[in-house]
Structure formats: C-alpha cells, structure tokens
C-alpha cells in the first residue's frame, strides 16, 4: 500500500497543537491559582488588621490602659490597677507594631505615632501618680499633673485600619480582575484547542481517504497495464 500523503505531517501538527494548548491552558489556570491565593492572603490581612484595631482600642480604652490608669489615679492604694493598665500598655504596645507591619506589608506609610505617644504617657504616668500619692497630694492636684490628652490617638487608629482595608480592598479588585481575564485566557485556548483538533483529526481523515483513493486508482492503473500487456502479446 502506498504511503499516505500528509498523514505524519498533520498527526505531528496536532501533537505540538495538543502540547502548546495544554501548557498554555496549564499557565493560565497556575496563575489564576496564584491570583486567588493572593485574594485570600488580603482578604486575611483586613480581618487581622480589623481584630488587631479592636484590640488594640480596647487594650487603650474602656476596660483597658485609660480605664485602669484613672481608677488607679482615684484609688492610689489599690496597687492592681496600676499593675493592670502596665498589662494593658505592654500588649498595647505589641498591637501598634502589629498594625504597622501590616500597613508595611501593603506598601502603606502608617505610623501610629500619636498612639505610641500616648500609650507611653499614661505608662510613665502610672509612677507619677504613685510618687505623687505618696507625697499625700489630692486626687484633684494629681489628676492635673498627669492628664493627657488622647483624643488623637483614637482618631489615628480608625484612620490606619480605613487606610489597610481600602488598600486590601483594591489590591483584591484587581487580583480578581487579573484572575478572571486568565480564566477567560484558559477558556478561549481549551476551546481553541479542541477546535484545532477536530480539524486536524478531519484533515487526517480526509488525507487518509484521499490515500486510499490514490492507492485503489494505482492498483486500477496496474490491472489495465496488465491488460495492456496481454492484449499486445495475444
């Protein structure tokens, strides 16, 4: 039987279409993979920043470093206040460094420098009011001696965490968007792929009927030679 002609061309073009679209289709979906990981790492770095903020205004507000300061400024000799809103400055100052590592991390200039400021103050204060009670001043005289003010520092904290929020936010749009044009990307090559498939496996076929064709039309062409022949002998 006769060699069919383009057969081996066509079946290594649809083997090389076969490779080029699978890679294709497997970079695509490797980084949509990442992209969607991305979006996940963001949308975790707004719900640590948020519970570090609440924390954080907690471990200063009520209940916390500015709540403890003032019982222990109205009761001197009640000495686990101080020893409280010591706790409440020290795990203060660890959630301020927190949220500027996030806010670095995001490429954002964030400083909670009022909030430090102001977590050092009442700190420092607690041994103000301690020597001062000691030396028998009123709670009035003392109260005037170490006040603070810290209406900033709250200020300063929603600020930071609106700021990580918008800048995670938008950082998750766009990984979204990148994600979806590679999906789409993945999509329009798979499709193309199997197109290209049908089609070469169409024009292998049709290349092997066209062989067929050929090879009968050669053994016709032999016969009628044969015949040719004999008649001549004949």
């Excluded at 006769?2 to 080029?20: C, M, N, Q, R, Y």
Aim: no cysteine; proline share 1%.
């Amino acid at each position: 039987m006769a060699p069919v002609f383009g057969e081996e061309d066509l079946s290594f073009s649809w083997k090389k279409i076969t490779l080029i679209v699978s890679l294709l289709a497997l970079l695509a979906a490797a980084a949509a993979m990442w992209q969607i990981r991305r979006i996940n790492e963001f949308e975790t770095v707004i719900i640590l920043a948020t519970n570090d903020a609440l924390r954080l205004e907690a471990e200063i507000g009520y209940g916390g470093l500015i709540h403890n300061f003032k019982n222990y400024l109205i009761r001197p000799h009640e000495d686990v206040h101080r020893i409280k809103a010591e706790k409440n400055a020290v795990r203060a100052k660890e959630l301020i460094s927190r949220l500027e590592a996030t806010a670095q991390s995001l490429k954002i200039d964030i400083a909670l420098a009022e909030t430090d400021e102001m977590v050092d103050a009442y700190h420092h204060r607690l041994h103000t009011v301690q020597a001062l009670s000691a030396e028998q001043l009123s709670i009035s005289e003392i109260d005037a001696a170490v006040r603070y003010n810290d209406d900033g520092a709250v200020n300063e904290i929603d600020a930071a965490l609106d700021k990580i929020t918008e800048t995670a936010n938008a950082k998750i749009s766009y990984a979204a968007m990148v994600s979806n044009i590679q999906l789409a990307f993945m999509g329009i090559m798979t499709t193309g792929g199997l197109f290209s498939a049908v089609l070469a496996r169409k024009a292998r076929r049709h290349a092997r009927e066209i062989g067929s064709k050929n090879t009968r039309l050669e053994q016709s062409n032999e016969k009628l030679a044969d015949a040719n022949l004999a008649l001549q002998q004949f």
